[in-house]
């Protein structure tokens, strides 16, 4: 059964039409949906899916409680390996959702390295992933690591290299290898 980790960046707290149609699309077809506590994306589309009345969400949390949770979901807990509250502290339950579903809709800002990583993390494992930019106000199908190239090739030189220095941490290059090292 596709089940869908729904994410993106935190500086984007309104959906568009074009999004919500998307969301809509899930609806209407009974996926599954697994989604973060954090501000912005996930707290705009918990709010969009609470407001349809959609009960196949799992709001999945690095703490044990959500910071964010609009509706009457389920929660999961998933706990890090340690307690400092830093980017690795809240990239747990990205990891575990990216393990758990099979497709990937992710709103981008065209900056968010979090955002990224997700995207990467799903490709890693074959999944596909549809992400919408922001800025450009389009959706672009990310199936491949040449498709992921094509999107990181927006960041600066500097977002980039920390990009490739966490997806190397978590070993998403040597998953996606034989093909070229990936190049950000």
């Known amino acids: 059964m596709t089940k869908v980790f729904i994410g993106g960046s935190r500086k984007i707290s309104r959906l568009g039409g074009d999004v919500r149609q998307r969301l809509d699309r899930i609806i ?3 996926l599954p949906v697994v989604i ?4 912005g994306a996930d707290k705009a589309v918990q709010a969009y899916l609470h407001q349809q009345g959609y009960g196949l969400v799992e709001v999945f949390c690095a703490d044990e409680a959500p910071r964010n949770k609009v509706g009457e979901w389920p929660s ?3 706990r890090p390996s340690h307690p ?6 809240y990239a747990t339950k990205d990891r575990q959702m990216a393990r758990e579903a099979t497709v990937g809709l992710m709103l981008w800002d065209g900056e968010s390295r979090g955002t990224l990583l997700n995207i990467l993390r799903l490709v890693a494992q ?5 992400v919408y930019v922001a800025p450009e106000k389009v959706f672009v199908d990310v199936r491949r690591v040449r498709d992921f190239e094509r999107l990181a090739a927006k960041l600066d030189r500097t977002a980039a290299s920390r990009l490739q220095e966490q997806a190397f941490s978590e070993g998403l290059v040597a998953q996606v290898e034989p093909q070229p090292q990936l190049r950000l």
């Open 28 to 30: 209407e077809k009974r």
């Open 36 to 39: 973060g506590d954090a501000n």
């Open 76 to 78: 999961r807990p998933v």
């Open 84 to 89: 400092k509250r830093d980017f690795d502290y």
């Open 126 to 130: 074959q999944k596909p992933v549809v």
